[in-house]
């Protein structure tokens, strides 16, 4: 097996990883996406379910890894991707099934109970100055450093490069399809890390212009475990995202210059990749989903202070017309998403599908 298959099969194992420990890194208030008194995650009933959750996510994960192993060696272009499709996306449709599942036991439950936000909404004013903030977006600039130098560098050794460039190798490393030498296929390393750079900046750019999710029960502290939640995501993104850019473009130049073969250019990405996915595990398992694991430890209470479940369709999609905010931390998994009341938003998501589209054709033509 080579070193690109064990690689992928690893970066599917973390994100299997992150999928199946979800409900155990959100929030203390928030149960399957339902707002709940942070003491019904020690419900048997509550606790079943993360504990189901979890098991149906590891074995497919585990599954998925298996079938790669045993597929992939043997599996032509489209077989392996086909493979590594599902390997990785079973267990994330098998977990929003469960999720939509539990969900209805957790609504259940909660109006079995009588959970309902009976404390006052008002949160107390928290000074930015006192609470940590995401690294300025100024630093994604990092990602113009980069492209810059591998724009220079193919410029300088554009006469040195052979007529033919490799594009593309098997998974045994040996070299399946050339294109000849243009400035387009001598810069398409720099192309891969700008739009890497393009893509990592708006992610960047959605949690800078994130709500801050206050708890009016406990506000200092909660704001507090969202910035350092924050902040750790941004660097996250900013590190992950130079390392990915590195791997990509030095890796496919020399490779183009033939100093190294392609299969170990993929290689060294796909390590590239594995860097990234593990760096995401760690902010997510360190500070759990918007520093729920801060805020579950400082929290002195165990009321709702605030029930925003009517928001939130099939659990996942933000719908808040009254929301001022372009996105929000995930209710189910790490991160941010979008509030779908917000045009900006839904401008912003054509904006990437148009950048997307455009970088997939120009890689096509370039590929020949």
Known sequence: MTIIMLSIIATVALAGIIVAITPYIMPPTECFTVTVPPSAKQDPRVKALFRTHT????????IGMAAMALLLPQADDVSATAVMFFSTLAPVL??????????KQVQALKQAEGWAATESRSAAFVSDDSIPQPIPLAWELLHVVVVAALVGFALLAY?????????????DGTVNSYADKTIGTVMFPAMIAAFMGITLALAHWMILRSKRPIDPAAPATSALAYGEFARAQSIGLLVGGLVLDV???????????GIIPLGMAGAITTVGALIFAGIMVFVSVRYGQAGSRAAAEMRTTDGISRDDDAFWKLGVFYFNPDDPSFSVPKRFGSGWTINCANPKAWALIAGIILISV??????????G
């Open 358 to 367: 455009a970088f997939s054709v120009i890689s096509l033509k370039i590929a």
């Open 55 to 62: 098991i149906i996510v590891s074995v497919l994960t585990v």
């Open 159 to 171: 006469d040195r490069l052979p007529d033919q460039i490799p594009m593309h190798a098997g998974w």
């Open 94 to 103: 098998a977990s929003f099934a469960f999720m939509l599942y539990a969900r």
């Open 247 to 257: 791997t990509i473009g030095v890796s496919f130049f020399l490779s183009s210059a």
